[in-house]
């Protein structure tokens, strides 16, 4: 048995439902998946001032993962928020979508691009790109022009969109697959596909599975002690006299967060 938490980094439900419904079938027997959202903080990740507000809530529900007994986290957004940070916090593996689907492209082909949301998050992946050193096989990044408040209202329009501009994209760049880069986006388009729609031509990797199934071989490694982040250098925990300083900004953080349910 294994407890993964896949965290919408949104302060809405208005994602969680369909995230459950088309991914939550792909899980492995034995796998419990919880799909969540962080409460009071901005709605929606489009704009970078609202990611770094959202991330400091995503660090207290990530260590509250782990504390209630999760043997995994999702963070379930293509930037991949928090990912690292998150990752110095807690012992158990902590998954970005992004960073899943560049590791498992070459398994789907031998080239990939990302095709994400808005013309905004396209320079934010082509740093993550060269980030990962990921030059030679990610052929390019371009959008479809959704920003994620407006798609998950429109899906059949989304989803027609995707099945037409991710074949164009592919070859306008030569990339013989496509990673869907944005998480709701990849939730509409399987939805569609669950309800009969023909799949577009070239393969598209649906992040949140690839997190998914890193997720579940992770946490299985993590359960039988083969998956141990190294803490000496990147990952290091704040210990010693450092562990008062962020038992101490933890405890203001949460008797200061702002309340975003005020207009």
């Not at 789907?108 to 396209?122: P, Q």
């Not at 598209?204 to 993590?222: F, R, S, T, V």
Request: proline residues 5%.
């Amino acid at each position: 048995m294994r407890r993964i938490n896949f965290i919408n980094p949104f302060g809405s439900v208005s994602y969680d439902g369909i995230i459950k419904k088309t991914l939550g079938h792909y899980c492995a027997e034995g796998t419990e998946m919880v799909v969540t959202h962080l409460e009071n903080c901005p709605p929606d990740i489009d704009f970078f001032y609202n990611k770094h507000m959202i991330e400091q809530s995503l660090y207290e529900e990530v260590m509250r993962s782990e504390e209630t007994g999760f043997d995994a986290v999702i963070i379930g957004c293509l930037y991949d928020p928090g990912l690292r940070v998150a990752r110095e916090l807690v012992d158990i593996p902590v998954i970005g979508p992004l960073e899943a689907s560049l590791q498992m492209a070459s398994n789907f082909g031998h080239s990939t691009m990302i095709l994400t949301d808005h013309r905004k998050a396209v320079p934010f992946h082509y740093d993550e790109i060269r980030l990962r050193g990921q030059g030679a096989t990610v052929k390019g990044v371009d959008a479809i022009d959704w920003f994620v408040k407006d798609m998950i209202n429109d899906r059949g329009a989304v989803a027609q969109d995707v099945v037409r501009l991710s074949t164009e994209a592919a070859n306008r760049f030569g990339a013989e697959t496509v990673i869907m880069g944005c998480t709701i986006i990849a939730a509409i388009y399987q939805e569609y596909l669950m309800e009969g729609g023909e799949p577009a031509e070239v393969p598209i990797l649906n992040p949140n599975l690839m997190a998914l199934k890193m997720a579940e071989g992770l946490a299985d490694l993590h359960k039988k002690g083969a998956y141990t982040l190294a803490r000496s250098g990147y990952y290091m925990k704040p210990t010693g006299h450092f562990a008062e300083e962020f038992k101490r900004a933890r405890r203001i953080w949460n008797q200061s967060k702002p309340d975003f349910t005020q207009n």
